[in-house]
């Protein structure tokens, strides 16, 4: 429409001053028309405008209300995991206090020497127990006659003329001189350490030679003992001295052992019981055979005995059967001829 006034204002320049004027009315008019479609445009895109506006409100208002909920629901399931993971820390809170009461307690109770033997005694006795019968071995008993020195255990060895020879085993727990070469090795301190072990090697020491002076003498004992270590590290703490081990073996004749050396050494022994108990029973077993082969051999003759007389049974009952019934039918058949004939 704008193309075709434009071109309808260029002829008009070519007539003239007539049509200068229609030019101008021309234009006027072009001029009100244009008016007219700013004005519709303008209204156009005042609605478009109206109407974006409305479509974005409402697009606003529906992000902000799933935004609020989405928010709000992970927040109550944060505040859910929260509180579910206070309530763990707080139940793990007081596992712990009761663990550390506990800790102190046992570490209260290990404090006391005589405590920490009765637990070394009470955890070797439930080693024997689980390998060995009750009648292999014996709680506090003097090991040496006369003495009145009781070992803690003592295994039943055989000996000779059926005299029972002791084993004694006695448990040690220097757990003081253990715990301070753990805290020099915390604190890295090297000569604290060499300090504490050559008290501990000393300690150590003094056990195997009570051991051997109060429960090892030969032939009422075994010409040696066992020391029994309570805990692994205690012992893997001890033997790590070779030169210690060696000497208390070869001079005081007393074997270091832990839970687990002392379960094999008894092991072994029970073993030996098993075996020993079967080679003794071996001979009993061949009297007992021997009895039963001389009964056998009186029950074969007299069985063959039985076994003729029954023979010659059986053959005079053949006879009876055979030769004396016939004779006996001949007779009848005599007789049954004589009244035939009369």
Known sequence: MILAGIWYILQQLKQGPQGNLDVSNQLYQNRQENEQLRQTIDQKLTQIQQNNDQQLERMRQTVEEKLESTIQSRLKQSMANVNQQLESVNKSLGEMQSLSQDVASLNKTLSGTKTRGIMGEVQLGNVIEDILTSAQYEREIPT?????????????????????????????????SYERIQTALDNSDREQVDKERKALAQQIRKFAQDINSKYIQPPQTTDFGIMFLPTENLYSEVVRNAQLVEELRKQENVIVTGPSTIAA??????????????????????????????????????????????????????????????AMDRILRDVEALDDES
């Open 265 to 326: 050494i008894l092991n072994a022994l029970s073993v030996g019981f098993k075996t020993l108990t079967i080679e003794q029973n071996a001979q009993k077993i061949s009297q007992t055979l021997g009895k039963f082969k001389a009964e056998f051999d009186s029950y074969t003759k007299t069985l063959t005995i039985a076994q003729k007389h029954l023979n010659d049974a059986s053959k005079k009952l053949d006879q009876l059967s055979s030769t004396r019934t016939n």
């Open 144 to 176: 040496i006659a006369g003495s009145s020195n009781r070992v803690e255990f003592a295994i039943k060895l055989p000996g000779e003329h059926q005299q029972t020879v002791w084993l004694p085993i006695d448990s040690k727990f220097p757990l003081d």
